[in-house]
């Protein structure tokens, strides 16, 4: 059984998580349905730029609280965190120069182009904060400072570009002084390591490099890869198609975080047990660690697959009619992202083989797409990302592979996985199924739908001894260690 205690601390993480790409859902909801889609698409444009130049910029430094807390004692903590911010404010103040030109190319207003400049450079400079607060063990800290960020985010955001004539001038300002107060924040916490400054061991910066520019050239071809999709619909079609792929897309953000929420929780003791090459030991908990994440994961993703035209027309309106197809495609593309294999690969310390993972994924999801595209039509694109997804799937497999000294077939839980999987669409597609005859609303349809399918899945998984009473005491403690004292 997996220990409580880690599994409170990855339910805090999980709910901080959740919280905060729930708002990002809920700002795109809320753009979608109260903005114009030709004035969407040039705040969309504003979006991409800013969240592409903060990933840029970040150079990895998420992950290095994570590899390097561990081989620190604890009064160096505060020299680590403070060196990190200095190289996180270089690279700010060259990505936001980055940004400023593209801004400039994009929007063509020269001074919410420099603005940029100082809100990339803040923001960077308190981009590790929750990673560290997590790694030293201040989870709940982490989680606070998460989900009020957050918050604030889509607030700020959401007032900006609904109120006012100049949507983009409003969002500009906005961010900033959100920055700001992310900054403030930071010094705040970060106050009670102010006496945590014995020197760090020799080298560590040029460690830290080491580990870190590989994973900020990995993250930033990540990012992109996620984009190609939509940077070709937008060249192949017209700026409706365009907003129809994007609300598609959504590919539901807070899904994606519940294998990085919960591997990020053991991504410390993953890495203490390869460097002891206690390899027998880190193998059996990753399958554990995995199985859990199966037993959340699949049955949501798999009733998003079934009831896909309600989710969307109950979150965006009837109007997005094309984007149910692209919304099922890449919720398939959750079937596969049952671990966060590059996590694990982190732990380890193989960055350079994320790096060229990352390179790789991005090159086949370009090649797919386009030919998708050309081949299918706009169905084509998220076809050859999910393509794309699953090549580069195997390749992390037979690297992971090497590092347990396990084969591919002994890497993951894949009898367990099918049996989730088929109890899962099986009773969602009954459901659904059912739900024909009732001729009700889609909004209705979904809200008695959801409680009637996770009370059967529970009650036919125990059944079927899929769900054990360690999996739910474990799934239990998960969701309710937000309101834990300690993780």
Not at 406 to 426: C, E, G, M
Request: charged share 15%.
């Amino acid at each position: 059984m997996l220990s409580l205690s880690t599994a409170k601390k990855a339910g805090t993480i999980l709910f901080s998580n959740v919280i905060t790409t729930t708002g990002q859902a809920l700002l795109l909801i809320g753009l979608a349905r109260w903005m114009d889609k030709e004035l969407l698409g040039e705040v969309f444009k504003v979006f991409l730029i800013y969240k592409t130049a903060i990933l840029l910029g970040n150079l990895g430094f998420n992950d290095n609280p994570y590899y390097f807390i561990p081989k620190l004692q604890t009064r160096q903590y505060g020299k680590f965190f403070l060196q990190s911010v200095w190289i996180l404010l270089l690279a700010g103040l060259a990505t936001g120069v980055l940004a400023a030109l593209a801004f400039q190319f994009y929007v063509g207003r020269l001074w919410i182009s420099l603005i940029f400049i100082p809100i990339i450079t803040i923001e960077l400079a308190s981009s590790m904060t929750p990673d560290f607060l997590i790694a030293v063990g201040r989870v709940r800290e982490s989680s606070v400072f998460n989900v009020f960020f957050s918050v604030l985010y889509v607030v700020m955001a959401l007032a900006a570009c609904l109120t006012g004539n100049d949507p983009i001038a409003r969002l500009t300002y906005a961010i900033l002084l959100y920055g700001v107060l992310r900054a403030v924040a930071t010094a705040l916490l970060m106050y009670s390591y102010r006496s945590s400054s014995e020197a760090l061991p020799t080298g560590m910066l040029r460690q830290q490099l080491d580990f870190g520019i590989p994973l900020g050239l990995s993250t930033i071809n990540y990012r992109i890869n996620k984009q190609v999709d939509n940077y070709v619909v937008a060249g192949f079609f017209n700026s409706v198609t365009f907003a129809e792929y994007t609300v598609g897309s959504w590919e539901i953000p807070m899904l994606l975080k519940i294998p990085y929420s919960i591997t990020t929780a053991y991504l410390t003791k993953y890495a203490a047990w390869f460097d002891q090459r206690n390899l027998v030991e880190l193998h059996k908990k990753w399958l554990a660690v995995s199985e859990k994440i199966i037993l959340i994961l699949i049955p949501v993703a798999s009733f998003f697959l079934i009831f896909a035209q309600e989710v969307i027309h109950g979150l965006f309106g009837s109007r997005y009619q094309e984007a149910v197809v692209v919304f099922q495609i890449f919720t398939l593309t959750l079937f596969t992202r049952v671990s966060s294999y590059t996590g694990l690969l982190k732990a380890m310390g193989d960055t350079k083989y994320v790096m060229q993972n990352s390179f790789q994924l991005l090159a086949l999801n370009l090649v797919f797409t386009l030919a998708g595209v050309q081949l299918l039509g706009l169905y084509g694109a998220p076809i050859g990302t999910l393509t794309a997804n699953l090549v580069t799937l195997v390749f992390a497999l037979k690297r992971l592979g090497k590092h347990l000294n396990q084969p591919i077939s002994r890497l993951l839980p894949y009898a367990f996985h099918l049996k989730v999987s088929l109890l899962s669409l099986t009773l969602a597609g009954a459901l659904k199924y059912a739900a024909m005859f009732s001729y009700t609303e889609e909004w209705l349809t979904l809200a008695i739908s959801v409680p009637l399918y996770l009370t059967l899945f529970v009650v036919t998984g125990s059944w079927f001894q899929l769900i054990g009473k360690d999996d739910r005491e474990y799934i239990l403690s998960i969701f309710k260690s937000r309101r834990a004292r300690h993780a």
